[in-house]
């Protein structure tokens, strides 16, 4: 198992550790097993049950061979896939086979499996927030994140750091440069597409604290050239190509020489960074006069890049960010625009896999929520929908570390330290986000080691080319197979009419939009997900003996 530790040994009722981790520990005189995940899910831990053992590993490649048969497909998954972009945990998309939750640790004895969490999410409900004056907040957030930094700098081997130009990589290496005992160096990676691109900022900051740095390009036949080898990483279907430039990215760190890098994931979830959460305070103000034409065009400052026309915007706005509108006061409220435009790709799903799904993904959502989340604030609600689903189950998985382990590279994440959440989650929703300036605190706390420009500069998401990537002027001949209607009838995951029109859309050079967008790299990435793991699993998963595949790091215990 895999564990980047700093602090005190593990106590069983309270977990003292600090860092990222999944551990195994075998008591031989009473039999029992413990499997234990880091807090936030930066370390992958699965585990299935086969012949009444218990066989674990932190790749589900490494218990496929001990199936003995090809794996299915968890239906349940695959509806939340397409809802919330991963599985509810401890689900995975193939049909038992679990993951320990994060922060989670289960236990097994004579056959009896028990799971507790001894860790999550939480912040003060009827206002009980951190009353200390802002500059003291400030100061403190300042100290936290100098020290997160630096114990993440501990190590045998060098350690690097991403740079994607972004407010949060350049607070990081801004504080190696300024903190760190070890040389600062640094990785990014630019696309040819100016929109996408973020290379002006990344050599702001390049040449403000002089780093060693190394670049990568990606383009678009890039990513279509590396999509398979991803999906083989992933273990799983993806609805974006964004993993795919960080795939090449974690190789160049592996040329370089480098094992170890710091990235800045986790702090749009932890210090309220993201668009969503101005969505959630502007949508919560127009629904206290959700007649008015007025409020919904305050949602045109968070996307200046959106053309829209004025006779568009009120029409466009409501369609979209109107969902939900009626209640305000759902849990779920922040994340209903989103969830319910990426279920739109359900409508490409075959008849036979509608039938086999019984669970509505959102109901399930709804029922996993903690009870204290009723009196929480609705921006701590929404920080708690994106760090349990999003960041956990995508960004830290299938972008993050599939993506950096695939070339040996380990992250490390100082925003996830949990002194900082549980710092942050006592901060009151106004610091974090004055009006609509996203991770406030943040900013005050470290303008003095960042420039302006970068400090004050619109969010841009990391985005990469989804559907350009596959169809320029000659498209790879897997897609055309993978997405022909003898294949996608075959495999009985979609409606291979629907796929066809898609597709016929698409090279006729038709506008695409988001949900396109996402159905396409989604219902191509399942069916690359089949052929690897399902049709050809005779061929890429050799059924091992016992000992072949303790020595491949899976282990198996009786259950």
């Known amino acids: 198992m895999s564990a980047t530790m700093f602090g005190h040994h593990p106590s069983l009722s309270k977990c003292q550790l600090n860092g990222q981790f999944s551990i195994a520990i075998w008591d031989k005189n009473e039999c029992k097993l413990l499997l234990v995940r880091d807090r936030t899910g930066i370390i992958p831990l699965f585990y299935t049950i086969v012949n009444s053992q218990i066989i674990f590993a932190s790749e589900i490649k ?3 061979p001990l199936l003995g048969k090809p794996p299915t497909l968890n239906t349940q998954a695959l509806d939340q896939i397409m809802t919330f972009w991963s599985p509810i945990s401890p689900e995975t998309i193939f049909q038992d086979i679990f993951e320990v939750s994060p922060g989670y640790k289960i236990e097994v004895q004579n056959g009896i499996k028990k799971s507790e969490c001894y860790w999550n999410w939480s912040f003060p409900g009827n206002n009980l927030y951190n009353t200390r004056p802002e500059n003291e907040q400030i100061e403190e957030l300042h100290d936290i994140l100098i020290d997160a930094t630096k114990i993440r700098l501990r190590s045998d081997v060098p350690v690097g750091a991403y740079l994607s130009g972004g407010l949060d ?10 903190y760190g005992d070890v040389p600062l160096r640094t990785f990014s990676i630019g696309f040819d597409d100016d929109s996408l691109d973020e290379s002006k900022y990344q050599n702001m900051m390049i040449h403000h604290i002089k780093t060693e740095h190394s670049h990568i390009n990606c383009y678009r036949k890039t990513i279509a050239d590396n999509f398979i080898q991803t999906i083989w990483n992933t273990e799983t279907p993806i609805l974006r190509t964004a993993p795919v430039p960080m795939r090449l990215l974690s190789d160049l760190v592996h040329k370089q020489g480098y094992k170890v890098v710091l990235t800045g994931e986790g702090s749009d979830e932890v210090l309220g960074g993201y668009d969503i959460f101005k969505e959630t305070k502007i949508r919560q103000f127009w ?19 959106l053309d829209l026309t004025k006779s568009q915007t009120v029409f466009y706005l409501k369609s979209f960010f109107g969902e939900g509108l009626e209640h305000p006061e759902s849990l779920l409220f922040s994340h209903l625009p989103r969830w319910s435009t990426t279920a739109k790709c359900k409508e490409f799903f075959s008849v036979d896999l509608k039938y086999k799904i019984r669970e509505d993904a959102m109901e399930k959502m709804l029922n996993q929520l903690p009870a204290a989340i009723e009196n929480w604030h609705f921006f701590n609600r ?22 950096l382990m695939s070339n040996s590279v380990e992250g490390r994440f100082p925003f996830l330290d949990h002194r900082v959440i549980e710092f942050s989650n006592k901060i009151h929703p106004n610091l974090k986000m004055k009006v609509l300036n996203e991770k406030y605190l943040l900013k005050q706390a470290m303008k003095q080691y960042i420039p302006a420009s970068i400090i004050n500069r619109h969010k841009q998401p990391y985005r990469a080319p989804d559907i350009p990537s596959f169809f320029t002027t000659t498209s790879p001949e897997y897609v055309m197979e993978l997405l022909s209607e003898e294949i996608i009838s075959k495999y009985n995951y979609f409606d291979s009419g629907k796929v066809s029109m898609l597709c016929k859309k698409i090279r006729h050079g038709r506008a695409i939009g988001y949900k396109d967008n996402m159905a396409f790299v989604g219902i191509l990435s399942t069916q690359i997900w089949h052929h690897l793991f399902i049709e050809n699993y005779a061929n890429n998963f050799k059924t091992s003996d016992e000992h072949q595949s303790l020595s491949s790091g899976t282990y198996v215990v009786g259950a």
């Not at 929404?382 to 189950?393: D, I, N, P, T």
């Open 287 to 305: 629904a206290k006069n959700p007649r008015s034409s007025l409020r919904p065009t305050l949602l045109k400052r968070l996307y200046p890049y």
């Open 62 to 64: 490494a218990l496929l």
């Open 169 to 178: 990589s350049s607070v990081l290496v801004a504080l190696i440069h300024h």
């Open 382 to 403: 929404a920080q708690y929908l994106e760090a349990k689903s999003l960041m956990s189950g995508y960004l830290l998985t299938s972008q993050g570390d599939r993506m």
